[in-house]
């Protein structure tokens, strides 16, 4: 895992320490771990300055160590780590595994060693021969529609429990009310950007983390929510902004 210095700057820090970047990972989970309501949705992702969510088709020329580091320990407070099935075909994700210090970590905080990981799909273009199926260390859930073929959704049922919410697409208050009934209500998503557009439509999160990029990026790069869209937007109150370098760290919570 990533020990980028990261220092505090909102709530304005006790010591020069917090503010100068020397925010300890226990310090930072402590930060971060202040769910207010069961469940909760908190939502991760990387902007740019200018708001763009990818560069050259993935997060991955936006984030820096401390987005890493922030991403990881993000990672340990959750039941159920849930990602769109974009980014997870994009980003060529593997199962969701965290490393031992992690584990430690989670068990000793009451949680299971391991999130487990959600897919969001309607398709189902999903390989059940996967590593993320096949090297699972707990089983993973696949959220799907109604419409969604029902051959690719018995092959994901012998390695993944499949959950049906909504009927063309997945109603994101529906699926957060399922994995809520299998007790997993620390739920933390991953993105992408059209899973995000869909819970803020529901009005389904209650946390944004966004790291903030020292970087202008301009072409016709998506933005962090796209697609649906709440009867208003959705007003959040900052929590806090953390600092490395030139990159900041908020938190923000839904009011
Ligand atoms: N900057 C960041 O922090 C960040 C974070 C995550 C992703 N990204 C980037 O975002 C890009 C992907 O964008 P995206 O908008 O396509 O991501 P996405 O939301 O993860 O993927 C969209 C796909 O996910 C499934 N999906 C999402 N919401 C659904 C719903 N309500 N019901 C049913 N299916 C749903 C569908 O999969 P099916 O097609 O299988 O039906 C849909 O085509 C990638 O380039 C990735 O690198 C950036």
Redesign the pocket.
Known sequence: MSDAAIGRLFPVPASDAAAQGALTDDELVALYDAPTRSPWVRV????SVDG???VQ????G??DDADHRVFDLLRRLCDVVV?????????GYGPMRVDRAAQHARVAAGLAEQPVFAI???????DPGSPIFTDAPVRPIV???GT?PQAKRDALGSVADVLVC?VD????AA?VAALAERGLVRIHC?????????LIAAEAVDELCL?VSPSLVAGTA?R?A???MPTAPVGLELAHVLRSGDTLLLRYVRR
């Open positions: 991760n992702f990387v902007s763009a969510a990818t088709g993935l997060s991955a936006l984030g990602v769109g099935a974009g980014t997870v075909r994009a980003e969001v799909s309607a398709g189902l273009d999903l959220v799907t529609a969604s909504g697409r997945v109603d994101t699926m991953e993105g992408g950007p059209h899973l995000f557009g869909d790291t998506s962090i796209t697609g649906a």
